[in-house]
């Protein structure tokens, strides 16, 4: 995991010099006005107590459900209808003409009418729930449109059986049932599962917090209990239960989680720190500022959650088609009931021909047509790594005009590695090296372990180490193969008085490199820079992206100068830095108002609210669970380069969705006017047998051609 576990730290001999070039960069000062800018976006919407389990967001209109259940559901509900299919389709008199049988007997057509019931109601439920939630949001789709043919075939076949003129639908209402099951089951298998982004988010928090009473006694409370005011106790290690302010300690902390930071934020007494983050070093005493609703954690899930409700409106390619179909089923049917009439044709024979008109709208292909593309496609994806949550939006990424990339674990590893080394006279880099790592050898401070990962590159055999103590404030120190070493902050060298090259020093701080310095036996014998190393394949994402003419920005919590120089290496042009949590989704917003298409990348819980409110979002697979929960596509290998990927295969799995579309509609445009009577006066009426073969040919064509999708 690149936001280092922070067990790790536990460690006696912490490295405070390592973080003493904090202080130089990032003065105090930044640090308040991250916390801040959280009072600004008052406690909107904060009134829905429910935070628990937002499971029912029912994104683009199915397939989001409990997943599990819902795929198991929709196979059992097409094996069983698909069984009772077999009887339907030899009683139906229809399929016996057009096999030439006779398997009449009395009372068979009331054996059809029970079985089809069954299939109805039980096969059908699903699809007739689902579009009267979807009328309800005034959006008909794919649900609509299936629960409108089901109905009408339903309702129609039964009052032939029970008296009424006309020929009875049964076998197409049950063919439908079964294939749209099938649709279904196909798409839901190869969807990811429903989002419980919000779940997520509440698991960052501990639920015990150490309260202290009057006479500083420990008490463990659930957090629930904890009151302004109250002072609570942090452990090294642990994480910090509330936002607050510290009365008594010192300690480095990770906010990476939270706000991007990529290095361990210095905090004394009087600094304010947020819930969630992780206390790395010293023991703390918190004094509560803010419970509940007005945590920074509860607010970003206030974000999260509206953003996610906005989005779930956009329909993908299936259900806008659907949609179309839908009004067009009502229009054409009306119409030919209406032209029939007119022409002075009996009302039974009017309404047969409007009913198979609605009927035949709504085709047996359209079922299939996108689950079978979806599911090669996720197949495909999968392979290369990528993992699509969310249809709509990996639809649309084939659109894209802007990729905003977060920084720290994204286009970097989010790990210290080795950046500079400057030996003073008479030394080598690799003595250096070798000195540093050798007392460093032991400590799983992250410098510590950038240090120590340079020498296996460059093949540095490291020294014995001896007599090892760690003197807060100044660093390490220990015996190498008997020679005194120390290794510390560029403060502690100042109190030395010691020479060294001052303008090299800030041009590596400049950078937003981390510093520190080798003495051997009291000698200053060189100098280490570190940074956040930067990910070779973002380098070649950044240049493909270029090349398609889609605009790449960097939006990060860390401060300019370290944002500037990561920019430089990778030759990206727009630059956000210092940019608060809440803040990054704004910043989505507003690229969004230039009327683009905008991809968010990131792997943080600050990034969360922006990978909702991106048109897509993008969650590095390294990082934490609530930006996987929260974004559309999950990027396994945590390779920037998968997004380009992700781009093409969109384009691809939609151009085959259009083609299927095409062969699955395509039929009713010819099969519509034919059902309606066009070309009745010279004697063409689609009999429902011709029409069931050209059914099932489009069916056909539409699954091999799914099949040709190709990555």
């Known amino acids: 995991m690149a936001k280092h576990e922070d067990d790790k730290h536990k460690h006696e001999h912490h490295h405070e010099h390592h973080m003493h070039h904090n202080e130089e960069n990032h003065s105090k ?14 406690k909107h919407g904060h009134e829905d107590h429910d935070h628990g389990g937002h499971g029912s967001h029912d994104h683009g209109g199915h397939g989001h459900h409990d997943h599990g259940d819902m795929v198991d559901d929709f196979k059992k509900r097409f094996l069983i209808s698909l069984i009772i299919t077999i009887p ?7 399929i016996q003409d057009f096999i030439g049988v006779d398997w009449r007997f009395a009372g068979d057509m009331y054996v059809l009418f029970a079985l089809s019931s069954i299939v109805f109601f039980y096969g059908g439920w699903p699809f007739i729930t689902g579009g009267i939630s979807e009328l309800k949001d005034k959006n008909p789709g794919m649900m609509t449109l299936i629960a409108l043919a089901i109905i009408i075939a339903y309702g129609y076949s039964t009052m032939v059986v029970f008296g009424w003129e006309g020929s009875q639908l049964f076998w197409e209402l049950a063919t439908l049932v079964d294939i749209m099951l099938l649709g279904h089951w196909i798409e839901m298998r190869s969807v990811m599962g429903a989002s419980n982004a919000l779940e997520e988010l509440v698991k960052l928090m501990p639920n015990e917090a150490h309260r202290l009473d009057e006479n500083d006694q420990v008490q463990d409370v659930p957090l629930s209990d904890l009151k302004n005011n109250d002072r609570v106790l942090v452990k090294p290690g642990e994480k910090i239960p509330v936002d607050g302010t510290i009365v008594d300690g010192k300690s480095a902390i990770d906010e990476s989680m939270l706000t991007g930071e990529s290095v361990p934020v210095e905090k004394f007494k009087g600094d304010e720190v947020i819930g969630g983050s992780v206390n790395n070093e010293g ?11 007005d945590s920074y954690l509860q607010q970003v899930i206030t974000m ?31 119409a030919t009931l209406f032209i029939w009439l007119l022409l002075g044709y009996s009302f039974d024979v009017a309404v047969e021909r409007m009913v198979t008109v609605m009927v035949i709208t709504c085709p047996h292909a359209l079922g299939l047509a996108a689950p079978l593309v979806i599911s090669v496609s ?17 639809e649309g990424a084939r659109n894209l005009n802007a990729v905003v990339f977060d920084k720290t674990g994204t286009l970097t590893k989010g790990e210290f590695g080795v950046t500079d080394i400057v030996p003073d006279e008479g030394y080598r880099k690799e003595d250096i090296l070798k000195f540093a790592a050798s007392v460093e050898q032991n400590s799983e401070h992250p410098i510590a372990s950038g240090i120590v990962n340079a020498t ?6 490291l020294g014995k180490l001896t007599e090892f103590e760690s003197i807060t404030g100044k660093g390490i120190q220990g015996k190498v193969d ?19 090259d001052q303008q090299l020093l800030n041009q590596m701080s400049e950078e937003g490199k981390t510093v520190v310095f080798v003495l051997l036996k009291d000698e200053l014998i060189g100098m280490i820079g570190l940074a956040d190393m930067v990910r070779d394949t973002a380098k070649e994402a950044i240049a493909t992206l ?27 042009d727009e630059v956000y830095a210092e940019v608060l949590p809440d803040d990054k989704a704004n910043q989505v917003k507003q690229i969004k108002a230039k009327g683009w298409k905008v991809a968010m990348t990131g792997d943080g819980v600050n990034d969360a609210p922006a990978l909702a409110t991106a048109d897509l979002g993008i969650a590095i697979g390294a990082g934490t669970d609530v930006a996987m929960e929260t974004a559309d596509v999950v990027l396994v290998k945590s390779n920037p380069n998968d997004v380009v990927a992700l781009m093409d295969l969109s384009r691809k799995t939609y151009r085959k969705m259009v083609q299927n579309l095409w062969w699955a509609t395509g039929y009713n445009i010819v099969a519509i006017p034919l059902a309606a009577g066009v070309l009745a006066p010279i004697g063409i009426v689609l009999s429902p047998a011709a029409g069931a073969v050209l059914m099932s040919l489009s069916t056909i064509i539409v699954a091999i051609n799914a099949k040709l999708l190709k990555a």
């Open 29 to 42: 000062h930044d640090h308040h006005h991250k916390q801040h800018s959280r009072d600004d976006h008052h």
């Open 88 to 94: 339907i389709l030899a009683l139906s008199p229809m």
């Open 283 to 293: 023991s703390l005493t918190i004094q509560v500022e803010k419970t509940g609703e």
């Open 304 to 334: 999260v959650k509206e953003a996610q409700e906005s989005k779930s409106r956009t329909q993908d390619l299936t259900n806008r088609a659907a949609k179309w179909l839908f009004y067009l089923a009502l229009t054409a049917g009306f």
């Open 378 to 394: 996720t197949a495909i994806s999968a392979k290369k790594g990528l993992l699509v949550r969310n249809r709509a939006n990996f």
């Open 456 to 461: 296996k590159e460059k093949e540095v055999q």
């Open 482 to 500: 008997g020679q005194k070493v120390n290794v510390v902050s560029p403060g502690y060298v100042d109190n030395l008085n010691l020479t060294y």
């Open 546 to 572: 270029k090349e398609n003419g889609i605009h790449s920005i960097m939006l990060t919590g860390d401060n300019k100068k370290v944002a500037n120089w990561v920019a430089k290496q990778l030759e990206i």
